[in-house]
């Protein structure tokens, strides 16, 4: 009896041992590829508990999350023999476990060299300027090419991201001057382009003052007034040449003897005779000299 109970006690253990061996609990973020006796069972264990038979099933856990790998730096030369140094990553996701497991050994490291061989490929394909200003449209392209060997391993390509273009030195600096060029020829043109504005409105302002002389006047007082508020100084300003011949003309119109400005004086008459000064001067001689009076002696 003692036996009996001994060896029912034994199977109960080893019940217990084989149901304990036997079950799994898969998570929400995995799936189970079973291999029975070495052959992969075609059903994929969904989340939850589940069964095994002892010593003879084997499974093996897919995660099914979106994986973010790094894709290391590449060097590579471009299409405009440019040498680069280029960095990316990828993001991806097993959608079929049974492929991601069956067909390849080590679906992460595959991926990892078929991106990092891409990458190489899109450097060589690709300018300098496309590296650094048209990055959506590499990325698009290095996505299809990573697609197209993943696919049959039951890898979806979620999206790949180049993070970073690191250019040589010299390259930096030639940049540097290139954009300070540029940076200053749309300098000289802005300033060009206003003083052709300003030359403009100027001339406009010219024509305006000339229909209107009293408008320089105006002009004139108004920059007296404003450089006066400004600042107690000496001001020294030309005289106007507008002024000076509204003076003339206006002496003239009351003596029409004072000559104007720019108008020579007329020739005296050819019939009068015009004293020689020799002649003058012995006049001056033999008249007698004027009769004095007596002087008061104080």
């Given at each position: 009896?003692?036996?009996?109970?001994?060896?029912?006690?034994?199977?109960?253990?080893?019940?217990?041992?084989?149901?304990?061996?036997?079950?799994?609990?898969?998570?929400?973020?995995?799936?189970?590829?079973?291999?029975?006796?070495?052959?992969?069972?075609?059903?994929?264990?969904?989340?939850?508990?589940?069964?095994?038979?002892?010593?003879?099933?084997?499974?093996?856990?897919?995660?099914?999350?979106?994986?973010?790998?790094?894709?290391?730096?590449?060097?590579?030369?471009?299409?405009?023999?440019?040498?680069?140094?280029?960095?990316?990553?990828?993001?991806?996701?097993?959608?079929?476990?049974?492929?991601?497991?069956?067909?390849?050994?080590?679906?992460?490291?595959?991926?990892?060299?078929?991106?990092?061989?891409?990458?190489?490929?899109?450097?060589?394909?690709?300018?300098?300027?496309?590296?650094?200003?048209?990055?959506?449209?590499?990325?698009?392209?290095?996505?299809?090419?990573?697609?197209?060997?993943?696919?049959?391993?039951?890898?979806?390509?979620?999206?790949?991201?180049?993070?970073?273009?690191?250019?040589?030195?010299?390259?930096?600096?030639?940049?540097?001057?290139?954009?300070?060029?540029?940076?200053?020829?749309?300098?000289?043109?802005?300033?060009?382009?206003?003083?052709?504005?300003?030359?403009?409105?100027?001339?406009?302002?010219?024509?305006?003052?000339?229909?209107?002389?009293?408008?320089?006047?105006?002009?004139?007082?108004?920059?007296?007034?404003?450089?006066?508020?400004?600042?107690?100084?000496?001001?020294?300003?030309?005289?106007?040449?507008e002024l000076l011949r509204y003076f003339e003309a206006a002496a003239h119109a009351a003596d029409p003897a004072v000559p104007r400005a720019g108008i020579p004086d007329p020739e005296p008459a050819a019939d009068k005779a015009v004293p020689d000064s020799a002649a003058a001067a012995d006049g001056a001689i033999l008249d007698?000299?004027?009769?004095?009076?007596?002087?008061?002696?104080?």
């Open positions: 009896m003692d036996v009996l109970l001994i060896v029912l006690l034994a199977l109960v253990v080893l019940v217990a041992l084989g149901v304990a061996m036997s079950f799994r609990v898969v998570k929400q973020i995995e799936r189970g590829v079973v291999f029975r006796l070495g052959r992969a069972q075609p059903e994929v264990r969904r989340p939850g508990p589940t069964m095994l038979v002892p010593f003879v099933d084997r499974m093996k856990r897919v995660n099914m999350q979106v994986a973010t790998m790094p894709v290391p730096a590449q060097d590579g030369i471009t299409r405009d023999n440019v040498t680069v140094r280029v960095d990316a990553v990828v993001y991806f996701r097993v959608h079929d476990p049974m492929r991601a497991v069956v067909e390849v050994q080590d679906y992460q490291y595959a991926i990892s060299q078929v991106a990092q061989t891409s990458l190489r490929s899109i450097i060589g394909k690709s300018e300098l300027d496309d590296l650094l200003s048209n990055r959506e449209q590499l990325n698009q392209g290095l996505e299809v090419m990573l697609d197209s060997p993943a696919a049959p391993w039951g890898i979806e390509i979620d999206r790949v991201e180049i993070k970073d273009v690191a250019l040589p030195e010299a390259m930096k600096r030639s940049m540097s001057r290139q954009a300070e060029a540029e940076r200053e020829r749309r300098s000289r043109v802005i300033t060009a382009d206003g003083e052709f504005q300003a030359s403009k409105k100027l001339s406009q302002a010219a024509a305006a003052m000339t229909a209107t002389p009293g408008a320089l006047q105006l002009r004139l007082m108004q920059t007296m007034v404003e450089v006066a508020a400004e600042r107690n100084s000496t001001l020294v300003l030309p005289f106007p040449v007698p000299a004027p009769v004095l009076g007596p002087v008061p002696l104080d």
